[in-house]
């Protein structure tokens, strides 16, 4: 069974910066896609940064320069590192995995690609 668990949310200040960790346990796929995805109140899930097994990776244009996605496979741990933080990144954060099955570069910023999700961290941004 595949768990994922966030953890390193928290409050901070604009321009702050934070770390999210994610946990991965039971999953087993060798082509694979991990994400981390945000949800503000009122507003759909979106897609922030993506990564796959071979390092290929993908940033929403709102956090492009800001936000680095990175993975510890012998930790079985994905990161996000968030620096320059604004009011405007306030969200619930969600770690997800799914199965990569296109080529390398494919793993898309898109909620339906992904089949495991964790519970979340929440992040707040005051001005």
């Known amino acids: 069974q595949v768990q994922l668990v966030e953890s390193g949310g928290g409050s901070v200040q604009s321009g702050g910066s934070l770390r999210l960790s994610c946990e991965a346990s039971?999953?087993?796929?060798?082509?694979?896609?991990m994400g981390w995805f945000r949800q503000a109140p009122g507003k759909e899930r979106e897609g922030v940064a993506t990564?796959?097994?071979?390092?290929?990776?993908r940033y929403a244009d709102s956090v492009k320069g800001r936000f680095t996605i990175s993975q510890d496979n012998a930790k079985n741990t994905l990161y996000l590192q968030m620096n320059s933080l604004k009011p405007e990144d306030t969200a619930m954060y969600y770690c997800?995995?799914?199965?990569?099955?296109?080529?390398?570069?494919?793993?898309?910023?898109?909620?339906?690609?992904?089949?495991?999700w964790g519970q979340g961290t929440q992040v707040t941004v005051s001005s």
């Open positions: 039971g999953y087993t796929y060798s082509r694979y896609c």
């Open positions: 997800a995995a799914g199965r990569r099955y296109y080529s390398v570069g494919s793993c898309g910023l898109h909620t339906s690609q992904y089949n495991y």
């Open positions: 990564i796959d097994d071979a390092d290929s990776m």
